[in-house]
């Protein structure tokens, strides 16, 4: 069976095909016409489809970019304010210091007992904002908590336990903010 332009075995499909010199070469030259002005237009719409994209991806772009630098300023004002409230905390601390160094030269048991008491207040605000103490002396050395400072031979305690703290450690909520500073016991004990 051969196929051609519309025509089957040699018939002519009269529905198909256009008799020749009966318009189908001016019907055809308009279509293309016609064509070439639909792909003009159509060529066009797909800039103004592209330009409408671009020009939404740079609003995009800059509304990205307000939304991120928004969100980097309330952080910064929220660890300003974080931070203002820690500092609140201890100004009576810091009143009680002015206080005891105007008193300091009248009477030295009275200074020890001032300081000693700013000592305290200063401990509970360090506990109220979450602060807490490393335990250790007498602990079993533990190098995640303690740095040691020096290996002392003594059996006044067990082996690798703490014997003396240099500098007190401290946790924020359960994060080591600064290890203790200990001398550690050497023995022949366990």
Known sequence: MAKGNGKTEGRLDLERELPAGQGGEESAAGSVGAKAAD?????????AERDALLDRVARLQAE??????RAAREQQEFREFAAADVIRNFLPVLDSFELALKAGDSNPSEFRNGVELIYRQ???VLQ???VQQIASVGQPFDPRIHEAIEMVDTTA???HHVLEE??????????LLRPA??????NGRG
């Open 166 to 175: 240099l500098q007190r450690g401290y946790n924020y909520k359960e994060r």
């Open 128 to 130: 109220k904002i979450g």
């Open 39 to 47: 792909g003009v237009s159509e060529i066009e719409k797909l800039k």
């Open 181 to 186: 500073m200990v001398r550690v016991a050497r």
């Open 64 to 69: 990205f970019d307000n939304a991120r630098k």
């Open 157 to 159: 305690v067990p082996d």
């Open 122 to 124: 200063f401990q509970d």
